[in-house]
């Protein structure tokens, strides 16, 4: 079992490989928060810096 720690799944809309392939596993004790930045492929914070930026950020200063 994984251990209750908040996880954040940050995708890109237009990555091309299958969505399944970041959703958790094992089923997480909590669930996950998933962002998912439309026009942005593979690397986000390559593709998106400022929103790959914003979401990491947001998401470490909500909990």
Do not use: K, N, Y
């Not at 799944?9 to 392939?21: E, F, T, Y």
């Not at 089923?27 to 929103?51: K, T």
């Amino acid at each position: 079992m994984c251990p209750p720690h908040p996880t954040l799944i940050l995708d890109g809309a237009d990555d091309i490989r299958p969505a399944g392939l970041s959703t958790p596993w094992p089923p997480l004790s909590r669930p996950p928060r998933r962002v998912v930045l439309p026009d942005v492929g593979h690397v986000p914070w390559l593709e998106a810096p400022a929103q790959f930026a914003a979401a990491v950020l947001d998401f470490l200063t909500s909990r």
